[in-house]
């Protein structure tokens, strides 16, 4: 598994601290978007679909260190858009690792050769980039050539530095798993410190609808994609999830969505329900977790856009507190560690 000791430690006794208290919601991920604006057009993407007023809008370091601190959560994911694009992208990963927050930092890598100089390397700091396959196939998904090539060059250039490196894979319908499989040996090979993989994001926004998995298509597809682990072929690869996810995603568990889990705070405030799903915002972090009808999303609810996701902002959590319920889940998830 991708993610440290330190991290897991800390996350695992935050949690059993709030179980002890008997809190019953709270976050893990903090999903902070500082903006909009990127510098590619994916065609699965829901969030550059907004007006050009709205693209041009960028959070404060106040505003995005005060949600951290509103929140709470031990991790932050800085995503977007394009987060390299904030003018003071800099300055809140450096205020959100002095706050000891793990901080991941999601970029399609297009501006990190230029800009990795802004960030020192810190075991609270990861690189996150964005790759949906290998050259051809990651290209043609972010609408552009030679995006696929940066993002190696990046990579090899971070780990020269002494960064923590991570990747994010998005699976769409219609992906074969031997290109996966390929990618994860060839991601190996660079040494990367984990690898992060979905089921596409179904964003209301995004202009392919066509492409994005149904629950039992996730399962299958998962289920071939993850078969080398049990035949020893993928010894080498090294997945930034809990175990207990990856037997969700091959439906080897069965889970609720776990939705305030991930919080998303952007240039609207905080989003309701979740990252995926605009149906309103609210001020504060209170007034999400006490105003928002939880009821009404998750697949028992009956809820239509719920019902095929199987996405890790809503079920990582879940599986993350899982893997802390008992003694023999939480050896598991130490056995997972490197």
């Not at 990367?192 to 979905?198: A, L, P, V, Y």
């Amino acid at each position: 598994m991708g993610i440290s000791l330190r991290q897991a430690v800390k996350v695992g006794a935050y949690v059993l601290g709030k179980r002890l208290k008997g809190e019953k919601r709270y976050p893990l991920v903090l999903m902070l978007e500082p903006l909009f604006r990127c510098n590619l057009a994916c065609a699965g993407c829901g969030k550059i679909q907004f007006p050009e007023e709205i693209l041009r809008k960028n959070l404060t370091p106040e505003e995005c260190f005060r949600a951290a601190d509103e929140c709470g959560a031990p991790v932050v994911t800085i995503a977007g858009g394009e987060p390299l694009i904030h003018p003071q992208i800099d300055e809140i990963v450096k205020g959100l690792i002095e706050r000891k927050k793990f901080v991941y930092l999601c970029t399609n890598a297009i501006l990190l050769k230029k800009n990795m100089q802004k960030f020192k390397p810190s075991p609270y700091f990861t690189f996150s980039i964005h790759l949906d396959g290998m050259k051809k196939q990651h290209d043609k998904l972010v609408c552009r050539d030679g995006v696929f090539d940066q993002a190696v060059e990046a990579i090899k250039l971070a780990k020269e530095a002494g960064f923590r490196v991570t990747t994010n894979t998005t699976v769409f319908e219609g992906e074969d798993p031997k290109d996966l499989h390929e990618m994860f040996d060839f991601l190996a090979s660079l040494g990367i410190d984990g690898m992060m993989i979905s089921p596409g994001y179904s964003y209301e926004k995004a202009p392919d609808q066509e492409h994005f998995l149904k629950r039992d298509r996730t399962k299958a597809l998962f289920k071939e994609i993850f078969a080398p682990l049990k035949n020893g072929r993928g010894k080498k690869w090294n997945f930034n999830h809990s175990p207990f996810f990856i037997q969700f995603l091959t439906g080897e568990r069965d889970y609720e969505c776990t939705p305030w889990g991930n919080p998303n705070y952007n240039v609207f405030g905080w989003q309701k329900p979740c990252y995926l799903l605009g149906e309103g915002y609210t001020n504060t972090f209170k007034e999400l977790l006490e105003n928002t009808k939880w009821e009404e999303y998750g697949r028992k609810s009956g809820n239509p856009k719920c019902a095929d996701c199987m996405v890790h902002c809503g079920y990582e959590p879940t599986a993350v507190i899982d893997a802390t319920a008992n003694f023999k889940n939480m050896l598991v998830s130490l056995k997972s560690l490197k």
